[in-house]
């Protein structure tokens, strides 16, 4: 049996930087995880398994602490229903909860650090980072700012 493996990112760069490992996904019992936006709705017809999380935005203070707590529930919920052996992500926002539940659940953790950051750390990555098993960075100046990440190279 094939292990079962969450890929999880906001929508966007990070998106595109995760499906680059589309090849490896090929290989497990893979499912997506992304924010349902229209350059997303397309996902379903490229992957078996595609879930969508409600759009994750700090900046709406009025509704922040809503769409918060609707991730938290659909994380809840996403958990249970895949039971996932390992969550890959490449942030950022909504992927926060996934991670840290995920971990409370006992699911090993990829975190790959976005190529677009060369000297300054990410939010998520940083959060992320404490609940990684591999924390993965694309830039080898980012290494000094996760002393146990794990150099890869682009995954472009």
Same mark, same amino acid.
């Given at each position: 049996?094939?292990?079962?493996?969450?890929?999880?990112?906001?929508?966007g760069?990070? !998106?595109?930087? =995760?499906?680059?490992?589309?090849?490896?996904?090929?290989?497990? #019992? +893979?499912?997506i995880?992304?924010?349902l936006?229209?350059?997303?709705?397309?996902?379903?017809?490229? /992957? #078996?398994?595609?879930? $969508? !999380? %409600?759009?994750? +935005?700090?900046?709406?203070?009025?509704? /922040? %602490?809503?769409?918060?707590?609707?991730?938290? =529930?659909?994380? @809840?919920? =996403? !958990?249970?229903?895949?039971? %996932?052996?390992?969550?890959?992500?490449?942030?950022?926002?909504?992927?926060?909860p996934?991670? @840290?539940?995920?971990?409370?659940?006992?699911?090993?953790?990829?975190?790959?650090?976005?190529?677009?950051?060369?000297? +300054?750390?990410?939010?998520?990555?940083?959060?992320? $980072?404490? /609940?990684?098993?591999?924390?993965v960075?694309?830039?080898?100046?980012v290494?000094?700012?996760y002393?146990? +990440?794990?150099?890869?190279?682009?995954? $472009?």
């Amino acid at each position: 049996m094939s292990k079962k493996v969450v890929f999880i990112s906001s929508s966007g760069g990070h !998106l595109e930087q =995760l499906l680059n490992l589309k090849t490896t996904m090929k290989e497990f #019992d +893979s499912h997506i995880i992304t924010e349902l936006n229209p350059s997303t709705r397309n996902l379903k017809d490229n /992957f #078996d398994s595609v879930h $969508y !999380l %409600p759009f994750f +935005s700090r900046q709406n203070k009025l509704t /922040f %602490p809503f769409v918060f707590l609707k991730i938290i =529930l659909k994380t @809840i919920f =996403l !958990l249970r229903k895949i039971s %996932p052996d390992v969550i890959v992500t490449t942030g950022a926002g909504m992927v926060v909860p996934f991670v @840290i539940l995920g971990k409370l659940s006992g699911k090993k953790i990829i975190y790959i650090e976005t190529f677009s950051r060369i000297k +300054s750390a990410t939010l998520s990555g940083r959060v992320c $980072y404490r /609940f990684s098993d591999v924390f993965v960075v694309q830039w080898k100046e980012v290494q000094k700012l996760y002393p146990k +990440s794990v150099y890869f190279g682009s995954i $472009y």
